[in-house]
């Protein structure tokens, strides 16, 4: 019940396209869904992170896009360029029993030039 | 400012030997995380501090591992009798909790790579 499911594994997307990772979760309790951004060798950098009161929530060209009743978020990245080549992380934070984030297995995103 | 630093970034040791990794966080930041990664895989969680009080630990934390925040500002995360499974990478996170900080923001550190040959 504390898992989130992440897909793809992996993702290869053109300069300028759409890059779409979706993210599942089971536990009703977990009210915060940040993204990390991990770049090799280093430590997640949050990206975007969305409350279960709002659907959508867009920051530049990053838009996180979450349905309460399916239990599912997704991070689109518009206009994808090859500095966002990087692995990306879902995560869920429960609220009533703990305060640890559970995060998801990543996806490791390849923008080609 | 200055994020959250580890230290150190990397540390390889013998099997059986102890190690010692220290966290420092955001100055103004009550909670602190540790968390393990390894290749592959998200952060898992391990443990967390508000100020000095540990207030969760995950079974994954076996009784070789213990950490501290004496004085709730750096924090250090000790693994005695080391074993090769513990090859990862641990990563700290920081985070201000309390009124107006519904969400708890994690910023991460750089992380401290541990390789047990």
């Known amino acids: 019940q504390q898992q989130v499911k992440q897909s793809p594994q992996s993702l290869i997307v053109q300069k300028g396209g759409i890059s779409i990772i979706n993210c599942a979760y089971e536990n009703t309790a977990f009210d915060y869904f940040p993204w990390y951004q991990q770049f090799p060798g280093k430590g997640p950098a949050l990206l975007i992170a969305i409350r279960p009161d709002v659907s959508e929530k867009k920051e530049g060209r990053f838009t996180i896009s979450f349905n309460k009743s399916a239990k599912q978020f997704s991070l689109h990245i518009m206009d994808s360029q090859p500095g966002d080549s990087a692995t990306y992380f879902c995560?869920?934070?429960?609220?009533?029993?703990?305060?640890?984030?559970?995060f998801g297995p990543g996806t490791r995103l390849s923008v080609l030039p | 400012d200055t994020g959250v630093s580890q230290n150190p970034r990397h540390k390889i040791t013998k099997r059986g030997q102890n190690v010692t990794f220290r966290c420092d966080p955001i100055?103004?930041?009550?909670?602190l995380y540790w968390y393990r990664q390894t290749l592959g895989q998200g952060p898992e969680f391990l443990t967390y501090f508000q100020n000095e009080a540990q207030l969760e630990k995950s079974r994954l934390l076996s009784d070789r591992f213990s950490a501290e925040r004496p004085k709730g500002s750096f924090s250090t995360l000790e693994i005695q009798r080391t074993e090769q499974g513990d090859s990862a990478m641990y990563l700290c996170a920081s985070s201000s909790w309390g009124a107006g900080a519904a969400t708890d923001t994690q910023y991460f550190g750089p992380g401290t790579r541990l390789t047990v040959l």
């Open positions: 995560a869920a934070r429960g609220n009533n029993y703990g305060q640890n984030f559970v």
């Open positions: 100055s103004e930041h009550n909670r």
